[in-house]
């Protein structure tokens, strides 16, 4: 009978943990301007520490921009009453750690969307306004205000983007 004596490498518990920062890690990063301050992120889990420090209210107003939208309306998407952020936002406030990552998620959707209509914002919005039957026949922007729906969003723009229209 032979020896089977195998050498076991010892779990590199540091290298793990490197690997997994840099999982989903697409080469890109990205950057939310909020006031005077620029927050950018690069992977999943450098996202995963800024929503917990949380981001300021006045990120919100970058959002607005990118969606050519009013605060308004992207206030009600996140679920924030306008007195709230004009209180918070004069405070200098940081939103919590679930409207951070809406807003964050909500950031990376934007630049892929963009990417993916060819840097034509025009059309871009016009997309995300309208019914999708990929998306149970409601409109993308619609569904930014859950992070499943997100997902959903950037699911169909992958299908955009690779064809596949089914």
């Known amino acids: 009978m032979k020896n089977l004596t195998s050498k076991t490498i010892p779990f590199n518990t540091k ?83 679930r409207d951070s990552e809406l807003i964050l998620m909500i950031t990376e959707l934007l630049d892929n969307g963009l990417d993916v209509f060819n840097n034509e914002k025009e059309k871009f919005q016009r997309w995300l306004k309208k019914p999708n039957l990929s998306l149970g026949g409601n409109s993308p922007e619609s569904l930014l205000d859950t992070t499943t729906g997100i997902d959903e969003v950037n699911y169909a723009l992958n299908r955009i983007e690779f064809g596949n229209f089914a």
């Open 15 to 97: 290298k793990s943990i490197k690997k997994a920062a840099g999982r989903r890690s697409t080469g890109r990063s990205w950057k939310i301007n909020s006031g005077d301050q620029t927050i950018t992120w690069s992977n999943t889990m450098e996202r995963v520490d800024i929503s917990r420090k949380g981001i300021p209210y006045a990120s919100i107003e970058f959002i607005s921009n990118q969606l050519d939208r009013p605060v308004k309306n992207v206030l009600l998407l996140i679920g924030i009453p306008q007195t709230t952020y004009n209180k918070k936002k004069a405070e200098e406030s940081l939103l919590d750690s």
